[in-house]
């Protein structure tokens, strides 16, 4: 968490004890024969990772006054989509990774057949609890959540934007293609946490211009961070392999605007990311912190 301010600091500390008290209590082992499944989905799920998207949850229903709890299981929701993304990502029939998080991916520890079925079930659970009334009293809320979140997870969001990356390794795509790729396979489920936040504090659609801003640039910025972060970061801090892209040959950010210019966009996309939010008044400060952060990671 290099040179993250003490606020957002204390803000991620919080939410990764949250996230992963909720998946402890969401994955309880059973004693039967799918032990090694939910043994599976907790590996994946509980410890590690940045927890940013279940953070900007966080972040956007504070603006609203939005029932901690209730923001807390559609955030949980949210990271079970990402988790699941991240398992099927490093199956040998897409990335074939052998680490994640800093400790040896799903199919490597579990075998391939238990990490799809452990990444099947982690999405099927983000409905589930998105869908359950406990989540929100008013089941528009309830449907809106889940509408959202399918379509940042399908294909025309998360999967759709994988696919797109694939296609990557044999074709050449201009900076256009490039940006609506990352858009859709990393903006749109940071978009969603965004998005859900407000859909909690039933801001009508027309009332969440801003953060829709807010989330696309912020989602770009990420991005781009985490194609300096695969060229030049350091393996062990990131607890998975680098130069990915650059192995497999893909078009990225840096391969099409360069270093300095990609780092000088991104830097640009954090700023206008802070104007989007100009609405609003200190009760944004942790919004305007994690998209400066989205730079000044190292992981």
Known sequence: MAHASSTLKAALGEVSTEIDRRFDSLLTIPDDPRADLYRAMRHAAIGGGKRLRPLLVFATAQLFGVDRDCAGRAAVAIECIHVYSLIHDDLPAMDNDDMRRGKPTVHKEFGDATAILAGDCLHALAFEVLAEP???ADPFVRAELVLDLARAAGPTGMAGGQMMDIEAEKSSFDLPTITRLQAMKTGALIASAVEAGAILGKVPPEGRTGLRGYARDVGLAFQIADDLLDYEGDEDKMGKRV???QDAGKETFLSLLGVDRAREQAR???????EHLHTY????????DIARFTLERDR
């Open 243 to 245: 130069h990915k892209d």
């Open 281 to 288: 008044g200190a009760e944004a400060d942790l919004l305007r």
């Open 268 to 274: 640009m996309l954090v700023d206008q990311a802070i």
């Open 134 to 136: 406990a989540t929100h």
